[in-house]
Nanobody, 130 residues
């Protein structure tokens, strides 16, 4: 059973940093799109960053570019999201998602969007306060 599991959420002041992790089980890690998604209170879920595990290429939304870094540890089958310079609007639930992709790239994976990922974690809460 494919199951991403997020961890690392919490509360932080604006300008601070958090690192989210997403452990993977139930599938071979290579040849997958993996993404981080953010759902702010009362809003739709949207993509933050994505990576293609086959080559490590990544892509970011404009809202987080330069502040967040997506990375992976292939040996540990773990995805990370380093979040720096956190803003109040970054508050919400962060989800990790994955789906198989034989040939891909970071931007291809990102542009799959919410509907393009079949397997989702339970989410982890991030709260940014002033």
């Amino acid at each position: 059973q494919v199951q991403p599991v997020e961890s690392g959420g919490g509360s932080v002041q604006a300008g601070g940093s958090l690192t989210l992790s997403c452990g993977s089980s139930g599938f071979t890690y290579d040849s997958h799109c993996m993404g981080w998604f953010h759902q702010a209170p009362g809003k739709a879920r949207e993509g933050v960053a994505a990576i293609y595990t086959g080559d490590g290429s990544a892509y970011y939304s404009d809202s987080v570019k330069g502040r967040f870094t997506i990375s992976q540890d292939v040996a540990k089958k773990t995805l990370y999201l380093q979040m720096d310079g956190l803003k109040l609007e970054d508050t919400g639930i962060y989800y990790c998602a994955t789906d198989h992709e034989r040939w891909g790239s970071g931007d291809y994976c990102y542009n799959r969007g919410v509907a393009g990922f079949a397997y989702w974690g339970q989410g982890t809460q991030v709260t940014v306060s002033s």
